[in-house]
Structures are given as C-alpha cells and as structure tokens.
C-alpha cells in the first residue's frame, strides 16, 4: 500500500519529527509554525500528550509564579517576558498535578485554563503594584511585555513561603512536612476542609478548618495538663469555660513567660498563634451561623495556608510544654 502523501511542513527540529513519527506514526502538518503550543499544531502532533488544564485560585496562581520568580521552580524559558512566564505557570501545574501520568516538558504544551490565563494577568499587575516585578529587562527592552524582577520582589519571593496545594493529598502533605506529628483527628477535619473547598462549598470548608484549628489548641492545653512541670501555671485557662476564654487566658499567662520561651518557639508567636487563631475563628463563626456574610474561594485558600504555621508553632509549644 502506497502511504498517503504528506503535506508541507512546518520547520520544527528533525529530532522532534523523529519523535513523532516513533510515536505516532505518519505526521501530518497543515499549517507552518514552530511553535509547540500552536493550537493545530497541537492537536494533529501530541494528542495524546494535550493535558486538559484545570482552573485555580489567584491566590495558586500567584504562588507558583513568586515560586518561579524565586528559583524554587524552573520554566522552559527565560523569565523575562510576560508570556513566557505565563507558560512556565502552566508547567508548573501540570508537572505537579500530573506527576503519575507522562513526565511534563516544553513539548506537552502545558496551557493555563481561560480562567488561570484572566487570572494570570491580575496576578503579573499585582506584582508589579506590589513592587516585586517593574517593566522592561534591560536598557533595549523597557517596555512591557519584558520584566525583571525588582531587589525588593527578589527578598521578598526568596523568603515567602507560599504553601502549595491543589488537593486533599498535596493539602496534608504539605502539613505533614512542617508538622510530622499532626494528630489524626485535627487532619481528619483539615482533609474534609480541603475537600469542602475544592468541590466550591467554602462555608463549609471554613467550619472544618475552624473545628481543625480549635481542636489544635485544645490538644495543647491537655499536653500542658499533664506536665507536672507546667500544669500548675496554666490552670487558670484549663479552667475557662469557652474557647475563647480559654485563648484569652492562656495568651495573658504565656505572654508572662516570652522571655524564658526559646527563640525558634517565641520568632513570630503573636502572629503565628493569636493572629491567625482569631482569624480563622472569625471566618468560622461568619460561616457556621446564619450571618449571610460569604467568603470566597480566595479567602478560603488564604486561610487554609495560614493553618500550616499556626500548627506548627501550637507543637512548638507542645514540645516545650510537654
């Protein structure tokens, strides 16, 4: 049988075509373009290698892009143009989201979603308003779309440690790496928050953070109880009726004691314990009673990345205090 002929081809590599052809037998390319992510191009040559992008959060976005503006993470292509910076985004999410499947390079044609694409651009502008990124790469490219990333967004993406996660798995991962010890039943509800969250019920993920949270410092009072060292000193709190009392009474006797604290447990308490405790607690009362305030998928996100420090200074405290 004769094959049928080919068409015209457009330039791409003689070590790409080889690839094709070995994989997919005979290549057919009806338009000219070297560019991978030219969408016929795509369709016709890696069609089974196309991942359906998924949407994510602002807030996703923009902390795989400080992580690809911090080094933490590697593009395909120089990180001076708008769209090239875009791409590696899309990379990103689909090496990590599709870790099992065919391993991700420039040639599977990682695409963000229309949604991740709008959001992309919020996020570059965010960026710059924030000072983290300007416009222009050199004195021959001033204008976008070439960026450079400032001094100060330098120190400030090396030193930002946005937690990633995209689902119960990634989510409890990345808590188990800073808390190794995390109790079973305060991750049985962080799991059900986050997968209240990506199913789009966010009051209800709220709640169950909110129930996470509670039960995280309630695990700490007990740990203290049983200190025949410690015990006595925080009683008064032991004692207090309501969550909040409890809180209260034990943020006064502690602060009493930030001096004797070492340093790695007392670096940031006020906001890793107080701060994001209230927080959370606020967004959990605002969801669990019928308030009619709504908090969105962003917020949410927000405050399931708040829960990872908070946790790990609440064992800080329960090594110390133990």
């Given at each position: 049988m004769v094959p049928p002929p080919r068409t015209a081809t457009s330039p791409l590599t003689a070590g790409r075509l080889n690839l094709l052809t070995k994989?997919?037998?005979t290549v057919e390319v009806k338009q000219e373009s070297n560019d991978c992510r030219h969408p016929i191009l795509r369709a016709r040559l890696w069609p089974s290698m196309t991942v359906k992008p998924t949407d994510h959060s602002f807030e996703e976005v923009r902390a795989v892009a400080l992580?690809?503006?911090a080094g933490r993470e590697q593009g395909p292509y120089q990180l001076t143009l708008y769209q090239n910076l875009m791409v590696a985004v899309?990379?990103?999410?689909t090496r990590r989201e599709h870790a099992t499947q065919r391993p991700v390079s420039a040639s599977t044609c990682a695409q963000l979603s229309p949604n991740d694409s709008e959001l992309f651009l919020e996020v570059f502008w965010s960026l710059f308003r924030e000072g983290i990124i300007t416009l222009g790469s050199n004195d021959a490219n001033r204008d976008f779309p070439h960026f450079r990333v400032t001094q100060f967004g330098r120190r400030i993406a090396e030193h930002e440690?946005?937690?990633?996660f995209h689902d119960v798995s990634s989510y409890e991962r990345a808590i188990r790496t800073e808390v190794p010890t995390i109790d079973d039943v305060t991750l049985l509800y962080l799991k059900e928050a986050m997968q209240a969250f990506k199913t789009g019920c966010v009051?209800?993920?709220?709640?169950?953070?909110?129930v996470a949270t509670e039960h995280t410092f309630l695990l700490l009072l007990e740990r203290i109880e049983k200190s025949q060292t410690h015990s006595a000193t925080f009683a008064a709190a032991a004692r207090e009726r309501t969550i909040l009392q409890k809180v209260n009474?034990?943020?006064?006797?502690?602060d009493g004691q930030i001096s004797a604290l070492p340093y790695e447990v007392k670096e940031d308490l006020d906001t890793h314990f107080a701060a994001i405790l209230s927080i959370i607690r606020t967004f959990r009362n605002q969801s669990g009673h019928p308030t009619g305030k709504i908090i969105d998928r962003e917020q949410a996100?927000?405050?399931m990345q708040l829960f990872v420090p908070y946790c790990k200074k609440m064992y800080q405290l329960m090594a110390h205090y133990a």
């Open positions: 994989e997919h037998g992580d690809l503006l899309g990379e990103v999410f440690q946005a937690y990633f009051l209800a993920s709220s709640v169950m953070l909110g009474k034990f943020k006064t006797i502690l996100y927000v405050l």
